[in-house]
């Protein structure tokens, strides 16, 4: 046996006394059980902090017309004028920076398989109110982008929808889903009312639909600090394997070691990335998600398509208005459906709204004076929750092909995954917005992501409905 050093001692040791305490604390959250009506109180702390997490995913997006003129046309960042392309694709070049700290994000997520849910479900959420606040406060263009870079980081944790996929029974787990999901959506709906109210559409004045819904954040946070419990999937799951002897599980992963044999159930990001590789149909799905979300960048351009169509301030605040609610439906709808037709199919249908209705709203918006905003609004609805819808549904399935105890880990090492796709979409679209009008940059790029995807999946990932989470075998 390998010779153990002191060092090695101290850590196994750290390592013992936190499980053991870790042991104590899920058996009493075991034995304590669940308090009257505790399913109905999940669902309204999932809903608020989904309608935070809808606001903070969307709102930069929805005013980047705004801080790229103050910035960059108005601001001559360094010393330079620039044109608003250039400002943009500049902008875009910095948020590199978020792109590489969104690197970490799958390590993060992978500490829910170990620490549980609830912990990074109140940090995520507090770190996305904080990012709103320090974006209400940034009188430059680097404090913009610090508060930035918080939100985009903690809006991919997502652990409040992996909370409810693990506590509602498999049968109606999308129905379940896709309603919080849908409902979640409105929070949207106040990016738009604020544009109307506190920024009353005066472009100058954006930074005041950040301050409130992070002082709600703050207070969601506290809300699920004393109201939620710890998955009942993970606890069960976790209890489990702290069960097993302390020293079996040890000289187990020793002679792993020794055999240099990775244990795909392990928790952590790289034995997930392994048992991705590993697993033909998780893989697949993976390399079709990293094409469809190599659209992202192209598909959340839709403020700046419509702010360069010379459309008005008042005109895109009204354009806004429509998406809360048509994706609000479509997802209740997809969650009904995908319960009895399939998560497949629901992608699929969800897939070709979104190719159709892009082409749509960008013709609408270069022709916005023959259209009514609503109307504009209304396509740039149906396209945007349609993407949406497909990828949420993609990364459902996911979940519904891997055991409990490295869930979290694989929703993490997927979005690490993705992220081949993610640069490949950031590079097209931010050179060739400098040599093509943006609305056809987005259209030639995104169209074809989304269409070929759509088509492999269909052809090559097999249906997960209906599957029991407990029951997954690695």
Not at 83 to 97: C, D, K, P, Q, R
Not at 150 to 158: A, G, Q
Not at 413 to 429: N, R, S, T, W
Request: proline share 3%; glycine share 8%.
């Amino acid at each position: 046996m390998e010779t153990i050093t002191s060092k090695e001692e101290r850590k196994l040791e750290k390592r013992r006394l936190f499980e053991e305490r870790q042991y104590i604390r899920l058996q009493k959250i075991k034995n304590s059980g669940r308090y009257v009506g505790y399913l109905a109180v999940l669902i309204g702390i999932i809903l608020l902090v989904d309608l935070l997490d809808n606001f903070v995913t969307s709102v930069n997006s929805n005013v980047t017309s705004c801080y790229i003129n103050e910035f960059f046309v108005n601001g001559h960042l360094f010393g330079k004028d620039y044109l608003y392309e250039e400002g943009l694709a500049l902008n875009s070049t910095f948020n590199l920076v978020g792109y590489v700290l969104g690197l970490l994000v799958p390590f993060y997520k992978a500490l829910g398989d170990k620490y549980g849910r609830k912990p990074l479900f109140i940090i995520s959420t507090i770190g996305m109110a904080l990012g709103l606040i320090i974006v209400f406060f940034s009188k430059t263009y680097w404090g913009f982008l610090i508060g930035s870079f918080f939100i985009s980081f903690f809006i991919s944790h997502d652990i409040q929808i992996l909370y409810i996929l693990e506590e509602a029974p498999s049968a109606k787990r999308a129905t379940i889903y896709s309603l919080l999901k849908g409902l979640g959506a409105l929070g949207t709906f106040f990016i738009p009312l604020l544009r109307a109210t506190v920024m009353k559409n005066d472009p100058t004045l954006w930074r005041n639909i950040y301050l409130l819904p992070g002082i709600f954040g703050l207070a969601f946070a506290v809300i699920v600090f004393f109201l939620a419990k710890e998955s009942k999937v993970f606890v069960d799951d976790r209890l489990k394997y702290l069960e097993i002897p302390f020293d079996v599980r040890i000289e187990e992963e020793r002679k792993q070691k020794e055999a240099k044999k990775a244990n795909a159930n392990k928790s952590g990001i790289f034995n997930a990335i392994k048992y991705i590789f590993q697993h033909k149909e998780l893989r697949t799905l993976v390399i079709i998600k990293t094409i469809f979300d190599a659209a992202i960048i192209a598909m959340t351009y839709y403020e700046s398509i419509m702010a360069s169509a010379s459309m008005s301030t008042a005109d895109i605040t009204k354009a806004l208005f429509p998406y809360p609610l048509i994706y609000c439906c479509s997802v209740i709808l997809s969650g009904f459906l995908a319960d009895k037709i399939g998560r497949k199919k629901i992608i699929v249908i969800f897939g070709f709204i979104c190719v159709v209705s892009f082409g749509l709203f960008v013709y609408g918006a270069n022709n916005h004076m023959d259209f009514n905003p609503y109307v504009i609004g209304g396509f740039y609805g149906l396209y945007i929750g349609g993407y949406w819808i497909g990828r949420d549904y993609m990364e459902i399935i996911s979940t519904e092909m891997v055991p409990t105890d490295i869930r979290a880990s694989i929703i993490g090492a997927e979005g690490l995954l993705v992220y081949a796709g993610m640069a490949v979409g950031f590079a097209f679209v931010n050179i060739g917005i400098l040599f093509m009008p943006i609305w056809l940059t987005c259209l030639i790029f995104a169209v074809p992501c989304v269409a070929i995807s759509v088509v492999l999946l269909l052809l090559k990932v097999k249906e997960t409905k209906g599957v029991d989470y407990e029951s997954i075998q690695g």
